[in-house]
């Protein structure tokens, strides 16, 4: 015993702990415990970590491809506003350019239930086309909710207008197409009325409506 003295002296204690360690395995489970490898990783083990994490380039392409979803979200919402503005804008104009031609036509019928002649017909509708100053060459309309709440009768005026141009007070809430009325002479006892609408000059990528309607002279004394 006392000749193993010096040599239990010059073992290390990281031995000693070893031995330590190996012995209470030992005696647990009946045997040696497994190698430690404490070698550096292998090329190949490194290899696979790195494949098991994400590139900067990954990253990137996966970043352009969530952008080019969300793009194409935002487009079909914004065309989906746009189809929804175009209709409402259809009906709107469809429903302006009617009530512009019955009035005319019925201030044509009312002209031929006087006993206009062909010439008094042709100077009414000269004077309303060269916008005359005299009123009794305007056709009025109804009242239109759309476009003011204010009780103002609006008059068809030839040439190129915006409803509430002839409101005392305009109404930015309220809808504001500009119109360009026109006519064209097909024969002397009828004409062509043309109608372009523009809904309205906060809504500079709509299209312009175009109408058309025809007013004639039906009979009488030339």
Avoid at 102 to 121: D, F
Avoid at 133 to 146: G, R
Avoid at 182 to 197: C, G, V, Y
Wanted: overall charge negative; some cysteine.
């Amino acid at each position: 015993m006392t000749d193993l003295l010096p040599i239990l002296r010059t073992v290390r204690r990281s031995t000693i702990n070893h031995l330590l360690v190996h012995g209470s395995w030992f005696m647990v489970h009946g045997k040696t415990p497994p190698a430690i490898n404490h070698a550096s990783p292998t090329p190949n083990a490194s290899a696979h970590i790195r494949a098991d994490a994400f590139t900067l380039v990954e990253t990137a392409l996966a970043l352009f491809a969530i952008s080019l979803g969300l793009l194409g979200i935002f487009g079909l919402a914004r065309h989906g506003l746009k189809n929804s503005g175009d209709a409402e804008n259809e009906t709107r104009c469809t429903l302006l350019a009617d009530t512009i031609f019955e009035t005319l036509k019925a201030k044509n019928a009312e002209l031929l239930n006087e006993g206009y002649s062909l010439n008094a017909w042709q100077n009414f509708w000269t004077a309303f086309g060269n916008n005359s100053a005299y009123s009794t060459y305007f056709c009025y309309l109804p009242q239109l909710s759309d476009v003011t709440l204010q009780d103002a009768t609006l008059k068809i005026i030839y040439g190129t207008h915006s409803l509430q141009d002839q409101l005392s007070t305009i109404e930015p809430d309220k809808w504001n197409p500009t119109y360009i009325l026109s006519f064209k002479t097909d024969s002397e006892t009828q004409f062509t009325a043309e109608l372009q609408i523009h809904p309205g000059a906060f809504q500079s990528g709509a299209d312009v409506r175009v109408y058309y309607t025809t007013l004639s002279y039906a009979g009488g004394l030339p």
